[in-house]
Nanobody
Framework: QVQLVESGGGLVQAGGSLRLSCAASGIIFNTNIMGWYRQAPGKQRELVATITSGGSTNYADSVKGRFTISRDNAKNTVYLQMNSLKPEDTAVYYC?????????WGQGTQVTVSS
């Protein structure tokens, strides 16, 4: 059974930082592309960042230079370090695991940035 469990969300003031974690089980973690997506109220879910098994990263333009995705294959965990947070970063953040046609999602963690 595949499980992706996010943690680290919360309420923070604009300009602050948060670090999200996603612990994976039930998959061969070091062969999967891991990612973070987010969904704000009334909007579609959007890509935030991805990281391949080899460590190559990709970011949405809106978070480049502020967010950093990383992974620890020994701990089956992917992280999202979020700095210089803005109110428009407020959303539910979802962890994603992908390998070929196998795609899995976590339950999401709320991030709220106050102005």
């Amino acid at each position: 059974q595949v499980q992706l469990v996010e943690s680290g969300g919360g309420l923070v003031q604009a300009g602050g930082s948060l670090r999200l974690s996603c612990a994976a089980s039930g998959i061969i973690f070091n062969t999967n592309i891991m990612g973070w997506y987010r969904q704000a109220p009334g909007k579609q879910r959007e890509l935030v960042a991805t990281i391949t098994s080899g460590g190559s990263t990709n970011y949405a333009d809106s978070v480049k230079g502020r967010f950093t995705i990383s992974r620890d294959n020994a701990k089956n965990t992917v992280y999202l370090q979020m700095n210089s947070l803005k109110p428009e970063d407020t959303a539910v953040y979802y962890c994603n695991s992908r390998k070929s046609f196998d795609i899995y999602w976590g339950q999401g963690t709320q991030v709220t940035v106050s102005s």
